[in-house]
């Protein structure tokens, strides 16, 4: 089990921004038909992996919720998604690749919109959990990329 | 003629990095398959995007390549890319968009040259980019990007 898991580069980071209300949606949102989500998904992924491949969380700040904006620096960001720097953990063939599994999006007890699913690239299978405001603007991400064995 | 082209918004720029070489390549290389020109073009569109959205050129710099960062400059991308910018021209949609036409891929000495069409719901995409291999990995040495919204 050990020389299996030695073989495999697991990075697992989370950032959610806490929501203020928990009795009420903090947002009224209607789901967006799949090709919506579709873009949602990689547009989100690809520019957090230009971040990790730049060490730049500039601009993937700045494309986020103003509440993820309120929590969050560049800095914390930084250091937060380390491993996927040093792990070279990179994944933009997510522009392209198909999806491995999908869970139906859902719009969470907070007014939410959840998108959550894995990919499959030649090197990497990445498991996203992703959450949107209404404008459809980043709240939360939790991102898994597992080195596949060769 | 003149009220349909006040239907539509078109913003085109180009920025190429001068090619040093130009009569013949320094190395072989290879053009790459189908697949990976298509992430080529989709995550050149989208670093572009991201980009011309927050207004800040930085990262499109960092992964460009050492030609095209020896030219321009965060700041002078800006400026160059302001029309996009200014009218939060959002081209997120090309991410999944079908290719509407496309050229053959070519070497043009040592730069990959990829050139084509996108139809998304609301734009017409027009690219032309061009890379070169820094250390082993295609980056982007030029871009011209045309995005005129379509009538509805």
Request: charge should be negative; proline fraction near 1%.
């Amino acid at each position: 089990m050990k020389s299996f898991r030695a073989n495999l580069v697991t990075c697992v980071v989370a950032l959610f921004a806490l929501a203020i209300a928990w009795v009420l949606p903090a947002f009224a949102a209607d789901i967006p038909d799949d090709d919506s989500q579709d873009v949602l998904i990689r547009t989100t992924l690809l520019t957090f992996n230009d971040a990790n491949m730049t060490n730049n969380y500039a601009i993937m700040l700045a494309r986020s919720s103003k509440q993820f904006q309120s929590q969050f620096t560049a800095d914390k960001l930084t250091t937060a998604f380390e491993k996927f720097r040093t792990n070279k953990l990179f994944f933009e063939e997510v522009a392209t690749a198909d999806y491995d599994s999908s869970e139906k999006a859902v719009i969470d007890k907070e007014g939410a919109l959840v998108l959550v699913g894995v990919f499959k690239t030649d090197d990497l299978q990445v498991k996203y959990n992703l959450r949107f405001d209404d404008a459809w603007k980043m709240l939360g991400i939790n991102v898994d990329a597992t080195k596949k064995k060769q | 003629m003149k009220s349909i082209r006040a239907c539509l918004a078109t913003a085109i720029v180009a920025l190429f990095a001068v090619t040093f070489v130009s009569l013949a390549p320094a190395f072989a290389v290879d053009i790459p398959d189908d697949d990976d020109q298509d992430i080529l073009i989709r995550a050149t569109l989208m670093t572009f995007n991201d980009a011309n959205l927050s207004g800040n050129y930085s990262v499109f710099m960092a992964k460009a390549s050492k030609e095209f960062q020896a030219q321009f400059t965060a700041e002078k991308m800006a400026s160059a890319f302001e029309s996009f910018s200014k009218n939060k021209v959002d081209l997120g949609d090309v991410v999944t968009a079908d290719y509407d036409s496309y050229e053959k891929a070519r070497l043009d000495g040592n730069a990959l040259v990829l050139v084509g069409v996108f139809k998304t719901d609301d734009f017409e995409v027009k690219y032309n980019l061009r890379f070169l291999r820094n250390e082993d990995v295609w980056k982007v040495s030029s871009i011209n990007v045309d995005a005129t919204k379509t009538k509805h």
